[in-house]
């Protein structure tokens, strides 16, 4: 199957069911409210890339550089476990060439910064995570289109469906506004918080915008996201990250706060770039499945927060544990 095989299929795949062709005609002509989408999806990506450029600071790339386990280890496991794992995933649920190409696109993405916000509250390594995900963004310029390449072998024609010059584009515009962020923090440190405060705010405000924005877009469709094997994905698929990335890294004789950081590294995901990517795609190709990001942000952001919450509560019972040990007679609670 070529990639004009993959187009012309999705016509007859979206009158699937109840759905009506010119429903489903209409989502495929571009109208303003695409249009809005697209420029939402910019603002919200040029955003996240310049305030995770901000929090970086160039000593610490050297730092890490001159002692690059922790980093190599961290590269591999983000793109090799997590376009492995979509891989895997597509061939399990046997998804269709479209779906297939969306999970191959989330999962070769490089880390996204929730996960420096996780390795915080797991007490990870910090200058290990922040390293890391601006790492990963910039290996993503040669690494994404490469895992991409190598994984859509396993699936008939779809390796001339993937598009590539449209990620090399998202992702080589995604650099700028991090390497902005990069240089203000350096040469004026005083302006990081403001970017970070702001940015955050923003980030929000534009990502709960253009969830109403895609969720009206689609709302006839949604149906077509909200099956078995997209649920599925999005919900194995930070969590294999996660618990992958933790056992490699203990493998690897990394500290348990370093596995801890790759943990969180490995299973989050830059899902603003995989929407952002996802958009240079004909909207005829992704359909309603372009919500496939969101699902996995929500997913990731719940998983994490589940194991975060079951760190914390470890740390508290051993806590409890060694006070026990220490003073026998003190009374429990």
């Known amino acids: 199957m070529n990639v004009s095989e993959v187009y012309n299929r999705m016509p007859s795949i979206y ?20 249009s809005a989408i697209s420029i939402f999806a910019i603002i919200i990506l040029f955003i996240t890339m310049m305030s995770l450029g901000s929090t970086m600071e160039i000593s610490k790339i050297k730092a890490h550089l001159f002692k690059p386990k922790g980093p190599a280890i961290a590269l591999v496991s983000q793109f090799c476990i997590m376009p ?13 060439p479209v779906k297939t ?14 996960s420096n916000i996780f390795s ?13 995900t601006t790492c990963s963004n910039l290996a993503a310029l040669g690494l994404m289109p490469l895992m991409l390449y190598l994984f859509s072998q396993g699936f008939p024609g779809l390796e001339t469906a993937v598009p590539y010059s449209g990620i090399i584009t998202a992702l080589a515009l995604s650099l700028l506004p991090c390497v ?4 203000i923090n350096h040469y004026r440190p005083q302006y990081s918080p403001v970017i970070r405060n702001v940015g955050i705010s923003i980030l929000i405000i534009s990502g709960i915008i253009v969830f109403i924005l895609v969720g009206y877009n689609v709302r006839d469709k949604i149906w077509m996201v909200l099956k078995a094997d997209i649920l599925s994905a999005s919900a194995l698929m930070p969590l294999t990250g996660f618990m992958l990335g ?18 969180m590294e490995t299973g989050c995901q830059n899902t603003q770039l995989c929407f952002a990517v996802l ?17 996995y942000y929500s997913f990731q952001c719940a998983e994490g927060l589940l194991l975060v919450l079951c760190f914390r509560w470890f740390r508290k019972f051993k806590a409890h544990e060694a006070v026990r040990v220490l003073n026998p007679t003190s009374p429990s609670h």
């Open 15 to 34: 009158t699937e069911g109840n759905v009506s062709g010119n429903a489903s005609m209409g989502f495929m002509r571009n109208s303003p409210l695409d």
């Open 84 to 96: 492995l794992t979509a891989f895997c995933l597509a061939k399990i649920l046997q998804m269709s």
């Open 101 to 114: 190409l969306i999970v191959l696109v989330c999962g070769c993405c490089p880390g996204g910064n929730w």
């Open 120 to 132: 915080l509250a797991i007490e990870g390594d910090m200058n290990l995570s922040i390293v890391m």
């Open 180 to 183: 902005i962020g990069i240089a």
């Open 246 to 263: 933790y056992v490699l890294s203990g493998i690897c004789g990394l500290s348990p706060r370093c596995s801890r950081t790759i943990s």
């Open 279 to 295: 958009k240079m795609i004909p909207p005829q190709v992704t359909g309603p499945l372009i919500l496939f990001p969101l699902l």
